[in-house]
């Protein structure tokens, strides 16, 4: 019954290690993948990508705030 008990235990520690080991393994593959996509962002999108983007909203809301001071 020792033997039993002592192997099934064992069975149970390397499974449990193997499943860490799994999880550990994807979660720094993901870390990984953020890192690459944030050092690619970083060069991708600068603030003079960010101004040309929100001249067209900045002119809708011009125009809306206009439109709403007008008809009071």
């Known amino acids: ?3 039993i008990s002592e ?8 499974i449990g290690g193997s499943v860490a080991w ?5 979660f720094k593959s ?6 690459r996509i ?8 600068d603030r ?4 040309s983007q929100l001249t067209p909203i900045r002119q809708d809301l011009k125009m809306i705030l ?3 001071l007008e008809n009071k």
């Open 1 to 3: 019954m020792d033997k």
């Open 7 to 14: 192997l099934l235990l064992a069975a149970l520690g390397i």
């Open 22 to 26: 799994a999880i550990r393994r994807l």
């Open 30 to 35: 993901a870390d990984k993948a953020h890192a």
């Open 38 to 45: 944030n050092v690619l962002e970083k060069s991708l999108v």
């Open 48 to 51: 003079a990508y960010l101004e």
């Open 66 to 68: 206009a439109h709403l």
